[in-house]
């Protein structure tokens, strides 16, 4: 049986989008490189920088200022467990 799976490569760690991948065990695969551009690579730090250099002293951050980081899941809320 052959199962293909859509999602990017980076840094040595295979990234799927949309449904989550069930492979269970060691397992046979073949990995093909596209030669396309997967979209804006986000720089949290640089952004963080330039958030920063931007503010005048007096002026202090907001929550708005810092999205999210949308992590495909849901998260864990240790108050619940």
């Known amino acids: 049986m052959l199962k293909?799976?859509?999602g990017y490569l980076e840094e040595d760690r295979f990234?799927?989008?949309g449904a989550p991948m069930n492979?269970?065990?060691r397992r046979k695969v073949i990995v093909t490189v596209l030669n396309e551009p997967t979209g804006k690579k986000s720089d949290t730090w640089a952004e963080l920088?330039?958030?920063?250099s931007?503010?005048?002293e007096d002026e202090k951050p907001r929550l708005e200022d810092f999205p999210r980081t949308k992590?495909?899941?849901k998260?864990?809320?240790f108050d619940e467990v």
């Open 71 to 73: 992590f495909g899941r």
């Open 75 to 77: 998260l864990i809320d």
């Open 15 to 17: 990234y799927p989008i």
């Open 49 to 52: 920088k330039k958030l920063v």
């Open 54 to 56: 931007e503010m005048s």
């Open 4 to 6: 293909a799976y859509e």
């Open 23 to 25: 492979i269970q065990g």
